[in-house]
Protein backbone atom coordinates (compact mmCIF):
# COMPACT_ATOMS: atom_id res chain seq x y z
CA UNK A 1 0.00 0.00 0.00
CA UNK A 2 2.89 2.35 0.86
CA UNK A 3 4.33 1.98 -2.17
CA UNK A 4 1.40 2.33 -4.07
CA UNK A 5 0.56 5.22 -2.69
CA UNK A 6 4.09 6.73 -2.87
CA UNK A 7 3.51 6.04 -6.90
CA UNK A 8 0.62 8.13 -7.00
CA UNK A 9 1.87 11.01 -5.34
CA UNK A 10 4.89 10.92 -7.66
CA UNK A 11 2.39 10.35 -10.60
CA UNK A 12 0.41 13.50 -8.94
CA UNK A 13 3.29 15.95 -8.45
CA UNK A 14 4.37 15.30 -11.97
CA UNK A 15 0.69 16.08 -13.57
CA UNK A 16 0.42 19.33 -11.50
CA UNK A 17 4.35 19.83 -12.63
CA UNK A 18 3.34 19.08 -16.22
CA UNK A 19 -0.06 21.53 -16.15
CA UNK A 20 1.86 24.45 -14.31
CA UNK A 21 4.56 24.20 -17.11
CA UNK A 22 1.31 24.59 -19.81
CA UNK A 23 -0.60 27.16 -17.69
CA UNK A 24 2.83 28.97 -17.99
CA UNK A 25 3.19 28.53 -21.31
CA UNK A 26 -0.30 29.78 -22.23
CA UNK A 27 0.11 32.41 -20.22
CA UNK A 28 3.25 33.82 -21.95
CA UNK A 29 1.44 32.58 -25.54
CA UNK A 30 -1.46 34.70 -24.36
CA UNK A 31 0.79 37.64 -23.28
CA UNK A 32 2.87 37.68 -26.70
CA UNK A 33 -0.81 37.41 -28.39
CA UNK A 34 -2.60 39.79 -26.49
CA UNK A 35 -3.66 41.62 -29.38
CA UNK A 36 -5.60 38.55 -30.99
CA UNK A 37 -7.98 38.80 -28.02
CA UNK A 38 -9.86 41.37 -29.17
CA UNK A 39 -10.54 39.94 -32.84
CA UNK A 40 -11.83 36.95 -30.85
CA UNK A 41 -14.14 38.81 -29.22
CA UNK A 42 -14.98 40.76 -32.08
CA UNK A 43 -15.89 37.72 -34.10
CA UNK A 44 -17.59 35.98 -30.77
CA UNK A 45 -19.57 38.62 -30.34
CA UNK A 46 -20.89 38.90 -34.09
CA UNK A 47 -21.36 35.54 -34.72
CA UNK A 48 -23.16 35.02 -31.48
CA UNK A 49 -25.24 38.38 -32.15
CA UNK A 50 -26.62 37.59 -35.53
CA UNK A 51 -26.93 34.30 -34.81
CA UNK A 52 -30.10 34.41 -37.26
CA UNK A 53 -28.58 36.72 -39.78
CA UNK A 54 -25.95 33.92 -40.49
CA UNK A 55 -28.26 30.86 -40.06
CA UNK A 56 -30.46 32.26 -42.57
CA UNK A 57 -27.71 32.27 -44.86
CA UNK A 58 -27.40 28.58 -44.73
CA UNK A 59 -31.03 28.17 -46.17
CA UNK A 60 -29.39 29.60 -49.75
CA UNK A 61 -27.62 26.25 -49.25
CA UNK A 62 -30.65 24.25 -50.52
CA UNK A 63 -31.82 26.64 -53.53
CA UNK A 64 -30.33 26.21 -57.73
CA UNK A 65 -29.53 30.19 -57.64
CA UNK A 66 -26.41 32.11 -57.48
CA UNK A 67 -27.36 32.62 -53.85
CA UNK A 68 -26.25 29.33 -52.94
CA UNK A 69 -23.13 30.95 -52.87
CA UNK A 70 -23.85 33.35 -49.81
CA UNK A 71 -23.18 31.19 -46.91
CA UNK A 72 -19.67 30.74 -48.78
CA UNK A 73 -18.96 34.80 -48.10
CA UNK A 74 -17.99 34.91 -44.24
CA UNK A 75 -15.78 32.11 -44.48
CA UNK A 76 -14.04 34.05 -47.17
CA UNK A 77 -14.18 37.44 -45.30
CA UNK A 78 -12.31 35.80 -42.15
CA UNK A 79 -9.75 33.81 -44.00
CA UNK A 80 -8.76 37.12 -45.69
CA UNK A 81 -8.55 38.80 -42.22
CA UNK A 82 -6.08 36.29 -41.24
CA UNK A 83 -4.46 36.44 -44.08
CA UNK A 84 -4.15 40.44 -43.85
CA UNK A 85 -3.24 40.25 -40.00
CA UNK A 86 -0.20 37.40 -40.74
CA UNK A 87 1.53 40.36 -43.54
CA UNK A 88 1.36 42.65 -40.79
CA UNK A 89 2.52 40.83 -37.77
CA UNK A 90 5.54 42.67 -38.11
CA UNK A 91 4.59 45.98 -38.06
CA UNK A 92 3.16 47.82 -34.86
CA UNK A 93 -0.19 48.85 -34.11
CA UNK A 94 1.10 52.66 -34.28
CA UNK A 95 0.21 56.14 -32.38
CA UNK A 96 -3.41 55.83 -32.74
CA UNK A 97 -6.15 58.99 -32.22
CA UNK A 98 -8.58 57.45 -29.87
CA UNK A 99 -10.92 60.46 -30.62
CA UNK A 100 -11.25 59.59 -34.14
CA UNK A 101 -11.36 56.10 -33.77
CA UNK A 102 -14.42 56.80 -31.82
CA UNK A 103 -16.80 59.02 -33.49
CA UNK A 104 -16.16 56.72 -36.48
CA UNK A 105 -16.69 53.44 -34.81
CA UNK A 106 -19.42 54.07 -32.32
CA UNK A 107 -21.76 56.41 -34.94
CA UNK A 108 -21.11 52.62 -37.27
CA UNK A 109 -22.47 50.34 -34.56
CA UNK A 110 -25.58 52.52 -33.44
CA UNK A 111 -26.33 52.62 -37.06
CA UNK A 112 -26.06 48.39 -37.23
CA UNK A 113 -28.64 48.57 -34.22
CA UNK A 114 -31.22 50.69 -35.92
CA UNK A 115 -31.24 48.74 -39.08
CA UNK A 116 -32.36 45.68 -37.05
CA UNK A 117 -34.53 47.65 -33.94
CA UNK A 118 -36.26 50.55 -35.82
CA UNK A 119 -36.05 49.78 -39.26
CA UNK A 120 -37.98 46.26 -39.42
CA UNK A 121 -40.77 48.08 -37.86
CA UNK A 122 -40.63 50.98 -40.33
CA UNK A 123 -40.37 48.38 -43.04
CA UNK A 124 -42.99 45.60 -41.66
CA UNK A 125 -43.58 42.86 -44.29
CA UNK A 126 -41.13 44.33 -46.64
CA UNK A 127 -38.14 43.84 -44.14
CA UNK A 128 -36.95 40.65 -45.11
CA UNK A 129 -37.00 41.28 -48.86
CA UNK A 130 -34.08 43.54 -48.68
CA UNK A 131 -32.77 42.03 -45.61
CA UNK A 132 -30.75 45.19 -44.00
CA UNK A 133 -29.60 43.26 -41.27
CA UNK A 134 -26.83 41.46 -43.61
CA UNK A 135 -25.46 45.20 -43.32
CA UNK A 136 -25.95 45.82 -40.09
CA UNK A 137 -23.81 42.82 -39.71
CA UNK A 138 -20.78 44.01 -41.80
CA UNK A 139 -21.05 47.68 -39.96
CA UNK A 140 -21.30 46.15 -36.48
CA UNK A 141 -17.84 44.02 -37.16
CA UNK A 142 -16.31 47.31 -38.90
CA UNK A 143 -17.21 49.60 -35.90
CA UNK A 144 -15.81 46.85 -33.17
CA UNK A 145 -12.63 46.66 -35.46
CA UNK A 146 -12.23 50.23 -35.90
CA UNK A 147 -13.13 51.03 -31.97
CA UNK A 148 -10.24 48.44 -30.52
CA UNK A 149 -7.60 48.36 -33.63
CA UNK A 150 -8.15 52.19 -35.38
CA UNK A 151 -8.90 53.35 -38.46
CA UNK A 152 -5.90 52.73 -40.10
CA UNK A 153 -6.71 48.79 -39.56
CA UNK A 154 -10.17 49.04 -40.32
CA UNK A 155 -8.35 50.35 -43.82
CA UNK A 156 -6.43 47.24 -43.86
CA UNK A 157 -8.94 44.88 -43.61
CA UNK A 158 -11.33 46.50 -45.74
CA UNK A 159 -11.40 43.52 -48.19
CA UNK A 160 -12.82 41.66 -45.60
CA UNK A 161 -15.45 43.77 -44.48
CA UNK A 162 -16.80 43.95 -48.47
CA UNK A 163 -17.32 40.26 -48.65
CA UNK A 164 -19.21 40.75 -45.42
CA UNK A 165 -21.22 43.26 -47.29
CA UNK A 166 -21.28 41.27 -50.64
CA UNK A 167 -23.08 38.65 -48.49
CA UNK A 168 -26.17 41.39 -48.75
CA UNK A 169 -29.17 39.23 -51.10
CA UNK A 170 -30.57 42.47 -52.19
CA UNK A 171 -27.47 42.90 -54.23
CA UNK A 172 -28.36 39.91 -56.55
CA UNK A 173 -32.01 39.99 -56.36
CA UNK A 174 -32.36 43.46 -57.50
CA UNK A 175 -30.13 42.68 -60.55
CA UNK A 176 -29.96 39.08 -61.18
CA UNK A 177 -33.46 38.72 -63.14
CA UNK A 178 -32.13 40.65 -66.28
CA UNK A 179 -28.72 39.33 -65.91
CA UNK A 180 -29.95 35.56 -65.29
CA UNK A 181 -32.17 36.17 -68.38
CA UNK A 182 -29.37 37.21 -70.64
CA UNK A 183 -27.11 34.18 -69.45
CA UNK A 184 -29.60 31.77 -70.08
CA UNK A 185 -29.90 33.23 -73.11
CA UNK A 186 -26.19 33.25 -74.01
CA UNK A 187 -26.15 29.63 -72.23
CA UNK A 188 -28.98 28.19 -74.87
CA UNK A 189 -27.67 30.09 -77.74
CA UNK A 190 -23.91 28.95 -77.23
CA UNK A 191 -25.45 25.11 -76.62
CA UNK A 192 -27.86 25.43 -79.46
CA UNK A 193 -24.17 25.78 -81.59
CA UNK A 194 -22.39 23.37 -80.11
CA UNK A 195 -25.50 20.26 -80.37
CA UNK A 196 -26.02 21.57 -84.23
CA UNK A 197 -22.37 20.55 -85.08
CA UNK A 198 -21.89 16.91 -82.83
CA UNK A 199 -23.87 14.19 -83.83
CA UNK A 200 -25.55 13.59 -80.40
CA UNK A 201 -28.93 13.05 -81.50
CA UNK A 202 -29.88 16.29 -80.25
CA UNK A 203 -32.21 18.94 -82.01
CA UNK A 204 -33.21 22.48 -81.31
CA UNK A 205 -36.98 23.49 -80.78
CA UNK A 206 -38.76 26.40 -82.19
CA UNK A 207 -38.74 27.26 -78.28
CA UNK A 208 -35.62 29.25 -76.50
CA UNK A 209 -34.02 26.97 -74.58
CA UNK A 210 -36.16 23.68 -75.68
CA UNK A 211 -34.13 20.42 -77.04
CA UNK A 212 -35.53 17.53 -78.05
CA UNK A 213 -33.08 14.40 -77.56
CA UNK A 214 -33.57 11.29 -79.60
CA UNK A 215 -32.77 8.27 -77.44
CA UNK A 216 -30.76 5.15 -78.97
CA UNK A 217 -33.91 3.20 -77.67
CA UNK A 218 -37.05 4.69 -76.62
CA UNK A 219 -39.34 8.15 -77.27
CA UNK A 220 -38.15 11.35 -78.04
CA UNK A 221 -37.34 13.09 -74.69
CA UNK A 222 -37.68 16.90 -74.31
CA UNK A 223 -35.13 18.93 -72.09
CA UNK A 224 -35.25 22.49 -70.88
CA UNK A 225 -32.68 24.63 -69.81
CA UNK A 226 -34.02 27.23 -67.79
CA UNK A 227 -32.73 29.72 -65.50
CA UNK A 228 -32.03 27.38 -62.56
CA UNK A 229 -29.44 24.88 -64.70
CA UNK A 230 -28.12 27.55 -67.37
CA UNK A 231 -25.02 27.66 -64.60
CA UNK A 232 -25.40 31.13 -63.87
CA UNK A 233 -24.36 29.87 -60.51
CA UNK A 234 -21.19 29.05 -61.26
CA UNK A 235 -20.25 32.06 -63.02
CA UNK A 236 -20.87 34.18 -59.79
CA UNK A 237 -19.42 31.38 -57.78
CA UNK A 238 -16.11 31.69 -59.77
CA UNK A 239 -16.31 35.87 -59.25
CA UNK A 240 -16.66 35.52 -55.71
CA UNK A 241 -14.43 32.64 -54.95
CA UNK A 242 -12.08 34.86 -57.76
CA UNK A 243 -12.08 38.01 -55.87
CA UNK A 244 -11.29 36.53 -52.89
CA UNK A 245 -7.97 34.70 -54.37
CA UNK A 246 -7.60 37.92 -55.89
CA UNK A 247 -7.24 40.01 -52.93
CA UNK A 248 -4.35 37.26 -51.75
CA UNK A 249 -1.96 38.03 -54.72
CA UNK A 250 -0.13 40.84 -56.40
CA UNK A 251 0.76 41.84 -59.60
CA UNK A 252 -1.11 44.98 -60.89
CA UNK A 253 -4.76 45.53 -61.49
CA UNK A 254 -4.73 44.85 -65.48
CA UNK A 255 -3.75 41.20 -64.68
CA UNK A 256 -6.02 40.21 -62.21
CA UNK A 257 -8.62 41.59 -64.67
CA UNK A 258 -7.41 39.15 -67.18
CA UNK A 259 -7.13 36.56 -64.80
CA UNK A 260 -10.75 37.36 -63.98
CA UNK A 261 -12.04 37.48 -66.81
CA UNK A 262 -10.57 34.39 -68.49
CA UNK A 263 -11.66 32.48 -65.42
CA UNK A 264 -14.71 33.62 -66.27
CA UNK A 265 -14.86 32.57 -69.86
CA UNK A 266 -13.54 29.35 -68.51
CA UNK A 267 -16.52 28.56 -66.28
CA UNK A 268 -18.91 29.68 -68.79
CA UNK A 269 -17.31 27.34 -71.31
CA UNK A 270 -16.93 23.93 -68.69
CA UNK A 271 -20.93 24.84 -68.16
CA UNK A 272 -21.72 24.18 -71.40
CA UNK A 273 -19.68 21.11 -71.89
CA UNK A 274 -21.09 20.25 -68.51
CA UNK A 275 -24.53 20.29 -70.46
CA UNK A 276 -24.09 18.74 -73.32
CA UNK A 277 -22.47 16.04 -71.45
CA UNK A 278 -25.78 15.88 -70.05
CA UNK A 279 -27.51 16.02 -72.87
CA UNK A 280 -25.30 13.26 -74.77
CA UNK A 281 -25.63 10.52 -72.17
CA UNK A 282 -29.19 11.08 -72.40
CA UNK A 283 -29.43 10.78 -76.18
CA UNK A 284 -27.08 7.55 -75.14
CA UNK A 285 -30.14 5.62 -73.70
CA UNK A 286 -29.42 7.02 -69.86
CA UNK A 287 -32.01 9.71 -69.22
CA UNK A 288 -32.92 8.68 -65.55
CA UNK A 289 -28.61 8.98 -64.76
CA UNK A 290 -28.13 12.08 -67.21
CA UNK A 291 -31.40 14.14 -65.29
CA UNK A 292 -30.33 12.85 -61.48
CA UNK A 293 -27.44 11.92 -59.68
CA UNK A 294 -24.78 12.92 -62.91
CA UNK A 295 -26.73 16.44 -63.06
CA UNK A 296 -26.79 16.57 -59.33
CA UNK A 297 -22.77 16.21 -59.16
CA UNK A 298 -20.87 16.63 -62.29
CA UNK A 299 -21.40 20.66 -62.04
CA UNK A 300 -19.82 20.82 -58.67
CA UNK A 301 -16.82 18.74 -60.06
CA UNK A 302 -16.15 20.52 -63.04
CA UNK A 303 -16.83 24.09 -61.05
CA UNK A 304 -13.67 22.63 -58.49
CA UNK A 305 -11.12 21.84 -61.47
CA UNK A 306 -11.92 25.16 -62.95
CA UNK A 307 -11.06 26.39 -59.57
CA UNK A 308 -7.75 24.71 -59.40
CA UNK A 309 -6.72 25.06 -62.85
CA UNK A 310 -7.10 28.71 -62.44
CA UNK A 311 -4.70 29.07 -58.82
CA UNK A 312 -2.46 26.84 -61.26
CA UNK A 313 -2.43 30.06 -63.76
CA UNK A 314 -1.59 32.51 -61.57
CA UNK A 315 1.94 32.92 -62.55
CA UNK A 316 1.52 32.85 -65.78
CA UNK A 317 -0.39 35.80 -65.64
CA UNK A 318 2.56 37.66 -63.44
CA UNK A 319 0.55 37.29 -60.06
CA UNK A 320 2.20 35.83 -56.94
CA UNK A 321 1.52 35.64 -53.21
CA UNK A 322 1.78 39.16 -51.89
CA UNK A 323 4.63 39.60 -49.26
CA UNK A 324 4.43 40.89 -46.05
CA UNK A 325 4.41 44.14 -45.04
CA UNK A 326 7.66 45.49 -43.69
CA UNK A 327 8.09 48.49 -40.76
CA UNK A 328 9.82 51.02 -42.43
CA UNK A 329 11.90 53.52 -40.78
CA UNK A 330 9.53 56.14 -40.93
CA UNK A 331 6.34 54.00 -39.18
CA UNK A 332 9.49 53.10 -36.69
CA UNK A 333 9.60 56.61 -35.24
CA UNK A 334 5.51 56.67 -35.39
CA UNK A 335 4.98 53.89 -33.06
CA UNK A 336 8.20 54.51 -31.20
CA UNK A 337 5.66 55.34 -28.28
CA UNK A 338 4.20 51.91 -26.78
CA UNK A 339 0.38 52.09 -26.36
CA UNK A 340 -0.65 51.90 -23.04
CA UNK A 341 -1.41 48.66 -21.67
CA UNK A 342 -5.11 47.99 -20.10
CA UNK A 343 -5.66 48.12 -16.30
CA UNK A 344 -7.45 45.19 -15.05
CA UNK A 345 -10.57 47.55 -14.31
CA UNK A 346 -10.42 48.38 -17.87
CA UNK A 347 -10.39 44.68 -19.04
CA UNK A 348 -13.28 43.92 -17.14
CA UNK A 349 -15.08 46.97 -18.11
CA UNK A 350 -14.48 45.66 -21.74
CA UNK A 351 -15.68 42.19 -21.33
CA UNK A 352 -18.89 43.78 -19.73
CA UNK A 353 -19.36 45.83 -22.62
CA UNK A 354 -19.04 43.20 -25.02
CA UNK A 355 -21.15 41.21 -23.41
CA UNK A 356 -23.76 43.42 -23.11
CA UNK A 357 -23.38 44.16 -26.75
CA UNK A 358 -23.66 40.64 -27.53
CA UNK A 359 -27.08 40.29 -25.67
CA UNK A 360 -28.42 43.18 -27.13
CA UNK A 361 -28.00 42.70 -30.97
CA UNK A 362 -28.45 38.91 -30.11
CA UNK A 363 -31.97 39.82 -28.91
CA UNK A 364 -32.60 42.31 -31.88
CA UNK A 365 -31.43 40.03 -33.95
CA UNK A 366 -33.43 36.88 -33.02
CA UNK A 367 -36.54 39.76 -32.78
CA UNK A 368 -36.46 39.77 -36.33
CA UNK A 369 -37.67 35.75 -36.89
CA UNK A 370 -41.20 37.23 -37.70
CA UNK A 371 -40.09 38.81 -41.04
CA UNK A 372 -38.47 35.82 -42.44
CA UNK A 373 -41.92 34.25 -42.61
CA UNK A 374 -43.06 36.14 -45.68
CA UNK A 375 -39.78 35.62 -47.71
CA UNK A 376 -39.23 32.02 -49.10
CA UNK A 377 -35.11 33.00 -49.32
CA UNK A 378 -34.88 33.62 -53.57
CA UNK A 379 -37.28 37.07 -52.68
CA UNK A 380 -40.15 35.52 -53.44
CA UNK A 381 -43.28 36.05 -51.09
CA UNK A 382 -44.43 32.95 -49.30
CA UNK A 383 -47.93 34.62 -48.41
CA UNK A 384 -50.82 33.63 -50.47
CA UNK A 385 -53.53 36.80 -51.34
CA UNK A 386 -56.11 38.09 -49.01
CA UNK A 387 -59.22 36.01 -50.63
CA UNK A 388 -62.52 34.37 -48.90
CA UNK A 389 -59.99 31.39 -47.70
CA UNK A 390 -57.99 33.67 -45.68
CA UNK A 391 -60.85 33.34 -42.43
CA UNK A 392 -59.36 31.76 -39.66
CA UNK A 393 -61.42 29.34 -37.16
CA UNK A 394 -64.63 31.79 -35.65
CA UNK A 395 -64.45 34.30 -38.94
CA UNK A 396 -66.19 34.36 -42.42
CA UNK A 397 -64.58 36.40 -44.85
CA UNK A 398 -67.32 36.66 -47.61
CA UNK A 399 -66.82 38.58 -51.38
CA UNK A 400 -68.67 42.28 -51.64
CA UNK A 401 -67.96 43.80 -54.82
CA UNK A 402 -64.76 44.84 -57.20
CA UNK A 403 -63.75 48.55 -57.96
CA UNK A 404 -62.32 48.38 -61.62
CA UNK A 405 -61.80 52.18 -61.17
CA UNK A 406 -59.02 51.79 -59.35
CA UNK A 407 -56.48 50.36 -62.01
CA UNK A 408 -56.41 54.30 -62.98
CA UNK A 409 -54.60 54.96 -59.42
CA UNK A 410 -52.85 51.40 -59.17
CA UNK A 411 -51.97 50.17 -62.61
CA UNK A 412 -53.35 47.93 -65.38
CA UNK A 413 -52.74 44.95 -63.07
CA UNK A 414 -54.13 46.13 -60.14
CA UNK A 415 -57.39 45.01 -58.28
CA UNK A 416 -59.46 46.73 -55.85
CA UNK A 417 -61.98 44.15 -53.79
CA UNK A 418 -64.59 44.59 -50.74
CA UNK A 419 -64.78 42.04 -48.67
CA UNK A 420 -67.02 42.06 -45.07
CA UNK A 421 -65.92 39.49 -42.34
CA UNK A 422 -68.53 38.51 -40.33
CA UNK A 423 -70.74 35.79 -38.22
CA UNK A 424 -73.28 38.07 -38.01
CA UNK A 425 -76.27 38.64 -40.68
CA UNK A 426 -76.46 39.82 -44.11
CA UNK A 427 -74.92 43.06 -44.18
CA UNK A 428 -76.78 46.60 -45.33
CA UNK A 429 -75.46 47.47 -49.24
CA UNK A 430 -73.08 50.08 -49.36
CA UNK A 431 -73.31 53.26 -51.10
CA UNK A 432 -72.00 53.08 -54.92
CA UNK A 433 -69.04 53.49 -55.68
CA UNK A 434 -67.95 56.68 -57.17
CA UNK A 435 -65.27 57.12 -59.37
CA UNK A 436 -62.45 58.40 -56.74
CA UNK A 437 -63.70 56.90 -53.93
CA UNK A 438 -66.32 54.30 -51.80
CA UNK A 439 -68.33 55.66 -49.21
CA UNK A 440 -69.11 53.41 -46.44
CA UNK A 441 -72.26 53.47 -44.12
CA UNK A 442 -72.76 52.45 -40.81
CA UNK A 443 -73.18 48.94 -40.39
CA UNK A 444 -72.61 46.22 -37.70
CA UNK A 445 -69.55 44.84 -39.68
CA UNK A 446 -66.20 45.14 -40.41
CA UNK A 447 -64.99 45.89 -44.38
CA UNK A 448 -61.74 44.44 -45.90
CA UNK A 449 -60.76 46.48 -48.62
CA UNK A 450 -57.86 44.78 -50.33
CA UNK A 451 -55.52 46.56 -53.15
CA UNK A 452 -53.48 44.25 -55.08
CA UNK A 453 -51.08 45.87 -57.36
CA UNK A 454 -47.43 44.73 -58.94
CA UNK A 455 -45.96 48.16 -58.84
CA UNK A 456 -45.18 49.09 -55.08
CA UNK A 457 -44.72 52.69 -55.55
CA UNK A 458 -48.76 53.53 -56.21
CA UNK A 459 -49.50 51.68 -52.76
CA UNK A 460 -46.85 54.12 -51.39
CA UNK A 461 -48.46 57.29 -53.38
CA UNK A 462 -51.79 56.63 -53.24
CA UNK A 463 -51.31 55.71 -49.21
CA UNK A 464 -54.53 55.48 -46.95
CA UNK A 465 -53.70 58.46 -44.64
CA UNK A 466 -53.57 60.96 -47.91
CA UNK A 467 -56.44 59.58 -49.48
CA UNK A 468 -58.69 60.47 -46.42
CA UNK A 469 -57.39 64.01 -45.81
CA UNK A 470 -57.44 64.55 -49.56
CA UNK A 471 -61.65 64.24 -48.89
CA UNK A 472 -61.59 66.65 -46.25
CA UNK A 473 -61.76 63.16 -43.64
CA UNK A 474 -60.69 64.62 -40.20
CA UNK A 475 -58.46 62.39 -38.55
CA UNK A 476 -58.07 62.26 -34.78
CA UNK A 477 -55.98 59.39 -34.63
CA UNK A 478 -53.06 58.02 -36.21
CA UNK A 479 -50.11 55.78 -35.15
CA UNK A 480 -48.63 53.01 -35.84
CA UNK A 481 -49.40 49.32 -34.10
CA UNK A 482 -47.96 45.87 -34.12
CA UNK A 483 -50.50 43.46 -34.83
CA UNK A 484 -47.88 40.37 -33.94
CA UNK A 485 -45.78 38.36 -36.62
CA UNK A 486 -43.65 40.88 -37.76
CA UNK A 487 -46.31 43.25 -39.49
CA UNK A 488 -46.62 47.43 -38.23
CA UNK A 489 -50.36 47.99 -39.22
CA UNK A 490 -51.08 52.11 -39.15
CA UNK A 491 -54.51 52.64 -36.68
CA UNK A 492 -56.25 55.45 -38.34
CA UNK A 493 -59.72 56.57 -36.48
CA UNK A 494 -61.53 59.45 -38.46
CA UNK A 495 -64.66 61.24 -39.33
CA UNK A 496 -66.15 61.76 -42.65
CA UNK A 497 -68.42 64.98 -43.58
CA UNK A 498 -71.93 64.61 -43.60
CA UNK A 499 -75.05 65.27 -41.32
CA UNK A 500 -74.91 63.93 -38.87
CA UNK A 501 -71.01 63.08 -39.64
CA UNK A 502 -69.77 59.13 -39.82
CA UNK A 503 -67.00 58.56 -37.79
CA UNK A 504 -65.19 55.32 -38.48
CA UNK A 505 -61.87 53.00 -37.30
CA UNK A 506 -59.31 51.54 -39.51
CA UNK A 507 -55.86 49.11 -39.23
CA UNK A 508 -54.62 48.34 -42.69
CA UNK A 509 -51.39 46.91 -43.41
CA UNK A 510 -49.44 46.19 -46.71
CA UNK A 511 -47.03 42.62 -47.53
CA UNK A 512 -45.66 40.84 -50.97
CA UNK A 513 -48.22 38.43 -52.21
CA UNK A 514 -47.44 35.23 -54.36
CA UNK A 515 -49.91 35.89 -57.37
CA UNK A 516 -49.78 33.97 -60.25
CA UNK A 517 -46.68 32.92 -59.76
CA UNK A 518 -45.30 36.67 -59.91
CA UNK A 519 -44.89 39.44 -56.89
CA UNK A 520 -47.63 41.40 -56.15
CA UNK A 521 -48.38 43.87 -53.12
CA UNK A 522 -51.64 44.18 -50.97
CA UNK A 523 -52.67 46.53 -48.85
CA UNK A 524 -55.65 45.23 -46.75
CA UNK A 525 -57.31 47.83 -44.92
CA UNK A 526 -60.03 47.05 -42.68
CA UNK A 527 -63.26 49.56 -41.41
CA UNK A 528 -65.33 49.53 -38.64
CA UNK A 529 -68.19 52.29 -38.08
CA UNK A 530 -68.35 53.10 -34.38
CA UNK A 531 -71.81 51.01 -34.09
CA UNK A 532 -69.74 47.46 -34.54
CA UNK A 533 -69.39 45.53 -31.54
CA UNK A 534 -66.28 45.01 -30.04
CA UNK A 535 -66.09 45.35 -26.33
CA UNK A 536 -65.12 42.25 -25.46
CA UNK A 537 -62.48 41.99 -27.98
CA UNK A 538 -59.21 40.70 -26.02
CA UNK A 539 -56.62 42.51 -27.36
CA UNK A 540 -53.43 43.96 -24.92
CA UNK A 541 -51.55 46.92 -26.00
CA UNK A 542 -48.21 46.19 -27.97
CA UNK A 543 -45.65 44.80 -25.51
CA UNK A 544 -42.03 43.99 -25.19
CA UNK A 545 -38.92 45.09 -27.41
CA UNK A 546 -41.55 45.11 -30.67
CA UNK A 547 -44.08 47.15 -28.87
CA UNK A 548 -41.44 49.85 -27.41
CA UNK A 549 -40.05 50.29 -30.97
CA UNK A 550 -43.23 50.88 -32.32
CA UNK A 551 -44.34 53.42 -29.23
CA UNK A 552 -40.68 55.56 -30.45
CA UNK A 553 -41.46 55.35 -33.99
CA UNK A 554 -44.59 57.08 -33.38
CA UNK A 555 -42.97 59.60 -30.94
CA UNK A 556 -40.48 60.43 -34.18
CA UNK A 557 -43.34 59.90 -36.73
CA UNK A 558 -45.66 63.02 -35.07
CA UNK A 559 -48.23 60.20 -34.60
CA UNK A 560 -51.25 60.83 -32.18
CA UNK A 561 -53.61 59.67 -30.38
CA UNK A 562 -56.76 61.92 -29.04
CA UNK A 563 -56.95 60.99 -25.23
CA UNK A 564 -60.58 62.50 -25.38
CA UNK A 565 -61.87 59.62 -27.76
CA UNK A 566 -64.76 58.07 -26.68
CA UNK A 567 -65.48 54.44 -25.60
CA UNK A 568 -66.69 53.58 -29.06
CA UNK A 569 -63.78 54.53 -30.81
CA UNK A 570 -61.73 52.21 -28.54
CA UNK A 571 -64.09 49.47 -28.43
CA UNK A 572 -63.78 49.72 -32.90
CA UNK A 573 -60.05 49.95 -32.42
CA UNK A 574 -60.40 46.84 -30.25
CA UNK A 575 -61.77 44.78 -32.45
CA UNK A 576 -59.76 45.90 -36.01
CA UNK A 577 -56.65 45.02 -33.97
CA UNK A 578 -58.02 41.18 -33.03
CA UNK A 579 -59.29 40.99 -36.20
CA UNK A 580 -56.20 41.96 -38.08
CA UNK A 581 -53.88 40.30 -35.62
CA UNK A 582 -55.99 37.03 -36.38
CA UNK A 583 -56.04 37.64 -40.32
CA UNK A 584 -51.97 38.03 -39.88
CA UNK A 585 -51.61 35.12 -37.84
CA UNK A 586 -53.38 32.26 -39.97
CA UNK A 587 -51.81 33.67 -43.16
CA UNK A 588 -48.63 33.04 -41.87
CA UNK A 589 -49.11 29.56 -40.62
CA UNK A 590 -50.44 28.72 -44.32
CA UNK A 591 -48.40 30.55 -46.14
CA UNK A 592 -47.36 28.56 -49.58
Request: with cysteine.
Amino acid sequence: MSAASSLLARLLARARDVGGRQADAFLTWARQHRALWPAAAIVLVTVVGYSLTLGSMFDYLRLETPLAYLPLLPFFALGIALFTAHRYRNVSAGIRDRQIDFLIGIPMIVFALLLITIVPALASTYYWSNRPDVLSMALFAGGLITIFYGINWFWRLKSALVFLVLMWPALYLNIMPGLMQSFTDATNSALGKVVHLLPLGVSLTGSPGILSVHQASGAPLTVSVGTACSGADSVLGFLLIGAAILTAVGGGGIRKFLWMVFGLALTFAVNVFRLTSILALASAGHPDLALGGYHAVIGLILFTLVIAAMMRLLPIFGLHPRPDVVQTGRSRQLTAIAPRRPTLRRRRATIGIMAALAVLVGLANQGLAPYAAFQDGTGSPSVVPFSIGSAPGGMQVSFYQEYPWAKQYFGANSTFTRYYLSGIPTPPKPATATAKTTSLVQSNLVYADVVRTDDKGSLDAYNLQNCFLFHNYSISTSQRIDIGSGVTALLLNYQAPGNPPQRWASVSWAWPVDYKGQTYYERVTLTSSLTTGGADADVSPSGGFQGMLVSFLNLLNGSHDDPKLDAKYKSADALLRADAAALVSHAVKHRV
